[in-house]
């Protein structure tokens, strides 16, 4: 940018007309009104999604709520034979390899979905974009977010692109769903990311919900 003849980039005049121009930063609402997980429940009964709200997990960076439910036939399976969770990466990565593809215990859970809870969209579609090509996903935000043109400009279109569904929780922590997420997805073919997601959730469920080790 020419500067005037007379006046630096440094002038004072020049720089407040600079930050007159610059848009205002866009903060983020206050605090959430309740736990993360009571939300995440109160999302996955909205979306009708029938299993266990899971704790908070960190998936390859991702923070999420996965929505599970067991397998018992191959949870019972998995006890007889002595394999339980394995949450090791590099582990459950060898099981897709063709000389062990057949020996490699089954999935003992089938993920539902996996809801992000955050205070601002962003976060919580870096959260879950990356996710959708397993499961359905969804995010809750404060309801103050649906109320600015970022949201509406910016944040909605995105999570329709991706099929994410959107919902809101008031000051009174009731949750509402503001955008149905793509219930017509294509789930593709297993593979090392998604068998390690299904063993971090099996890990969980059976800490969470106390499973049983006698399975009727």
């Not at 009174?172 to 971090?200: Q, T």
């Amino acid at each position: 940018m020419q500067v005037p003849q007379g006046r630096t980039s440094s002038d004072p005049q020049e720089l407040a007309a600079r930050r007159r121009r610059r848009p205002a930063p866009i903060g983020a609402p206050g605090p959430l009104p309740t736990e993360r997980i009571d939300l995440a429940a109160a999302a996955a009964e909205q979306l009708g999604w029938d299993g266990v709200v899971l704790p908070e997990a960190n998936l390859f960076g991702r923070r999420v709520h996965l929505i599970a439910r067991l397998r018992t036939d191959v949870h019972a399976e998995r006890i007889a034979t002595g394999v339980g969770p394995v949450t090791d990466r590099a582990t459950v990565a060898t099981w897709i390899w063709p000389e062990l593809e057949r020996t490699a215990p089954a999935p003992a859970v089938d993920v539902v979905g996996a809801v992000a809870v955050a205070r601002h969209w962003r976060t919580a579609l870096a959260w879950t974009v990356p996710l959708t090509r397993y499961f359905p996903t969804a995010v809750v935000l404060p309801s103050a977010t649906l109320m600015t043109h970022d949201y509406v400009n910016n944040c909605l279109p995105r999570a329709r692109a991706y099929g994410i569904a959107v919902l809101s929780v008031d000051e009174s922590a009731e949750v509402h769903r503001d955008l149905a997420g793509d219930s017509g997805r294509i789930v593709p073919a297993s593979d090392a990311n998604s068998r390690w997601i299904d063993e971090v959730a099996y890990d969980q469920l059976l800490t969470t919900a106390e499973v049983s080790a006698c399975v009727k």
